[in-house]
């Protein structure tokens, strides 16, 4: 499962004199420049930044890894999660981690994970941080067929997706409120597909097709 172009990274430069990242980074007792870009407090300063619709989300993000890792799919190692933001970095989410339940532990973890690159405990790799692109990071994990879900792709049914879904395959979801995925995820995507009428969050997509594809592979 690849979270893709997700709303998740820090306060970018050209942001971090604003007012509104100023106070905000004081109050948590950080500079500017490790703080994670979040529009409930930094919507002032986000008015007009390119791509601006799709940024500044990390609570999407926190849903979404949420329904990924609390899970038997996950649990029982079937399931390998990435999230790949909108400024090219990638996350590797390790075995069996337990992530903070509370929005706002999240984001000091992930904060920590930006300035230290990974978090360990007891010499076990929890979270590592990479600069990398959606397409390298394709190559890497070796994935031989790429499904993309969007509003734009062909209708279909989480139970008909599942039932093609191999060891070696993908699941891409964007990591964002709004928008469509830009050329550079399309171009690596197999099959683009939408399940459903409706414009559907994120989290929604992913705790329905890992259902389905968990009753097909541990029950």
């Known amino acids: 499962m690849i979270l893709a172009e997700s709303a998740l990274e820090l306060v970018p430069k050209e942001l971090q004199r604003h007012n509104s990242v100023l ?29 601006e619709i799709k940024r500044g989300r990390p609570d999407l993000v926190h849903f979404c890894l949420l329904e990924c890792c609390t899970i038997p799919l996950y649990f029982e190692k079937k399931l390998r999660v990435y999230v790949h933001t909108i400024d090219d970095k990638v996350i590797f989410i390790g075995d069996n981690v337990r992530l903070p339940k509370s929005y706002h532990r999240f984001v000091g973890l992930i904060e920590k994970l930006y300035t230290e690159k990974k978090v360990e405990r007891d010499g076990k790799k929890l979270l590592e941080i990479r600069s990398m692109t959606f397409c390298e990071l394709v190559e890497k994990i070796g994935a031989k067929k790429v499904i993309g879900f969007s509003t734009e792709g062909q209708k279909r049914t989480y139970d008909g997706i599942a039932g093609e879904i191999g060891r070696d395959s993908c699941i891409v979801i964007g990591g964002f409120s709004k928008g469509h995925f830009s050329d550079q995820i399309l171009k690596k995507i197999d099959d683009l597909v939408t399940v459903d009428r409706n414009t559907l969050e994120a989290h929604v997509v992913i705790s329905r097709i890992l259902y389905e594809c968990e009753k097909r592979i541990i029950m």
């Open 23 to 51: 106070r905000y980074s004081e109050k948590m007792g950080k500079k500017p420049s490790e703080v994670i870009l979040d529009v409930s407090w930094h919507f002032a300063a986000m008015k007009g930044i390119k791509n």
